[in-house]
């Protein structure tokens, strides 16, 4: 079992930054992949940025640039710097820690909600 913990979400006006972070605690595997991912109301849910142990990342079209993701492998934790917010940032968003050859190692924290207002 993998516990994922996050926080940092809040309210920020348009153009501000907010930084997000995810405590990973359990069964942690080395070759674990953490990610985040947000939903929107209405909205499926989309990924947002993902990092390997070995530090490759990937990120959606809509937020490169902007965001950041980044990892403490010693800490078991990960971050996701958002900056230059935009209204349509507005979600809830989820930490995810899942591993290539693990079917059932798929985990997702509680979610923690980010508002942009405009």
């Known amino acids: 079992q993998v516990q994922l913990v996050e926080s940092g979400g809040g309210l920020v006006q348009a153009g501000g930054s907010l930084r997000l972070s995810c405590a990973a605690s359990g069964s942690i595997l080395s070759t674990r992949i953490m990610g985040w991912y947000r939903q929107a109301p209405g909205k499926q849910r989309e990924l947002v940025a993902r990092?390997?142990?070995?530090?490759?990342?990937n990120y959606a079209d809509s937020v490169k640039g902007r965001f950041t993701i980044s990892s403490d492998n010693a800490k078991n934790t990960v971050y996701l710097q958002m900056n230059s917010l935009k209204p349509e940032d507005t979600a809830v968003y989820y930490c995810n820690a899942y591993a290539l050859g693990y079917p059932t190692y798929d985990y997702w924290g509680q979610g923690t909600q980010v508002t942009v207002s405009s």
């Open positions: 990092i390997t142990v070995g530090g490759s990342t």
